[in-house]
């Protein structure tokens, strides 16, 4: 561990306005906010404030906190209270021994080999979507690539959970995890926080739609107890479901099983953040797919050439290696942990600058993605730099699309599989073209998202897999993914509508250095 040197200079950084600081700067616009303030200062930037900050954006500094001195630098307190009325006191917002035993006792779910049973649900559910699309393009209708993938990732992710008991409250259950995650978006960034009790309309849509979740995920933790639900064995009807196996998951310690608290909070984990930072990453393929022409014929030229027409299986991601790359590189453009909160518990020393213990430290994963000493042409979209000869000698954490270090994302094997097979069947059976002259624009909320959705065309390719083997019943369907819903009047009167997830959230910020701004590419 580094000691603070008697007399080290705190890092540079804007003064900002008085008393407040950078603060008006942070709620209009932070990703400008940062990135101009990383051009003039450094890797190493000190903002002002009510709460003060440190931007870290260098691979080394990164590494010094979240692998080499990580235990001095769990999640701010204030970070894990706003987060845990959502989802409790899972793997996110836990710390020291108590996430260690956590750690332990999920980590083996997680791995890739039990995972990868799940990767037909994956295909099934994305061809469903597909089969929704087939009948919108043949209407001339629009979808919102961020509202369709928002209900794909939930879809696969409910039906890894809990298999068959999702499909019967879908379209509920995908209402309260959106308006879960809006609400911890409000909590994140408000200027004042008002705690859950007070009885604003937020707040109480919020509550009504927390406890709609714990009412389901308890119910069907009382259906596994019994013995009612799904098999907990292969030997039954189907591989076991995420559910059964957290529940056979014993702490390697002790060798306890999770309480039924524990069981709904590593699951509402799961709901809330997980097929989140899914679904914004597969929403920016989709955008990718149509400004980066030539290298989204290359993957699907691959796609082609290894899955000749069928759908794919686990046993074809090997094969993919151009998709993988592609997949990298949007990940790398559009991390959806764009920014990683830490508090070092003790004074330290980074870069030759102090850092008390207590400061607010925000580590710039985005601006790290696009550090010019690091990524040579960085705002371009390149997939051949993830080759093992341009990757050589590049930094481990210049790249950090799941963090790092023992607290990197445990369910990084699931969504590696989930990107790359949705991506596969996406190219497989569709050109997506984004509608002319709509604006898109990053917005930083929990993940980075298109402030404005990612309305897109649809083209058929000439080498789509059979449509009558993939009936269109998924979780789009069950949605709302209609033809009706996905024409331009369709769209209009979901605009109108202010519940409607085509309208922009209470904070939108735009990024003035956003790579392909207003649908323009840059190379």
């Not at 995908?174 to 911890?184: D, F, I, N, T």
Request: hydrophobic share 35%; aromatic share 6%; with cysteine.
């Amino acid at each position: 561990m580094n000691r603070a040197r008697r007399g080290a200079a705190p890092p540079p950084g804007p003064r900002g306005l008085p008393l407040l600081g950078s603060a008006p700067d942070f709620r209009r616009d932070p990703l400008e906010t940062f990135t101009r303030a990383w051009r003039e200062y450094g890797d190493l930037v000190s903002f002002r404030g009510p709460v003060p900050v440190v931007l870290v954006t260098h691979p080394d500094h990164l590494r010094h906190i979240l692998v080499d001195n990580f235990a001095n630098y769990p999640h701010p307190d204030d970070f894990n209270d706003k987060v845990s009325v959502s989802v409790g006191r899972g793997l996110v917002t836990t710390e020291g021994e108590e996430w260690e035993r956590q750690r332990g006792t999920v980590a083996p779910s997680f791995r890739r080999e039990p995972l990868e049973r799940f990767a037909e649900v994956m295909v099934d559910s994305t061809e469903r979507m597909l089969d929704g699309w087939e009948r919108v393009a043949r209407a001339g209708g629009e979808i919102d690539a961020r509202t369709e993938m928002q209900s794909l990732t939930l879809d696969i992710l409910a039906r890894c959970l809990f298999r068959a008991d999702w499909s019967v409250d879908a379209r509920a259950l995908g209402e309260a995890v959106r308006v879960q995650l809006e609400h911890l978006n409000g909590k994140l960034t408000a200027v004042v926080d008002l705690p859950e009790w007070v009885p604003t309309r937020r707040n109480r849509q919020f509550t009504a739609a927390r406890t709609l979740l714990d009412e389901t995920v308890y119910r069907l933790i009382a259906e596994r107890r019994r013995g009612s639900g799904p098999p907990d064995t292969p030997d039954g009807d189907g591989p076991p479901d995420l559910l059964s196996m957290l529940m056979r998951a014993t702490d390697p310690v002790t060798g306890a099983s999770m309480t039924d608290r524990q069981l709904r909070d590593q699951v509402m984990t799961l709901f809330v953040a997980g097929h989140e930072t899914a679904a914004a990453t597969l929403s920016w393929i989709c955008y990718l797919m149509s400004v980066q022409p030539a290298e989204t014929e290359r993957a699907r030229a691959e796609v082609r050439e290894v899955l000749g027409g069928r759908p794919p299986t686990k046993d074809d991601l090997p094969r993919l290696k151009y998709l993988k790359m592609f997949v990298q590189e949007a990940l790398r453009l559009y991390p959806p942990l764009w920014q990683v909160p830490r508090m070092p518990l003790r004074d330290d020393e980074i870069g030759g600058h102090h850092i008390p213990a207590g400061t607010f430290l925000l580590l710039g994963i985005h601006l790290t993605h696009r550090h010019p000493d690091f990524w040579e042409n960085p705002e371009g979209f390149d997939p051949e730099r993830f080759t093992r000869e341009r990757s050589a000698g590049r930094p481990r954490c210049a790249y950090l699309p799941y963090a790092a270090g023992p607290r990197d994302c445990a369910g990084m094997a699931f969504a590696t599989m989930e990107l790359t097979l949705v991506t596969a069947s996406l190219l497989q059976r569709f050109h997506l073209d984004l509608v002319p002259g709509h604006p898109i624009v990053t917005q930083p909320d929990i993940t980075l998202r298109a402030k404005y959705g990612i309305p897109m065309t649809l083209r058929r390719t000439d080498s789509g897999t059979d449509l009558a083997a993939h009936p269109g019943t998924g979780l789009a369907t069950d949605l709302g993914t209609d033809t009706e819903r996905h024409t331009p009047a369709g769209r209009q009167a979901a605009a109108a509508d202010p519940q409607s997830e085509a309208v922009c959230p209470v904070r939108a910020t735009a990024h003035p250095h956003h790579p392909h701004q207003g649908g323009t590419a840059t190379r």
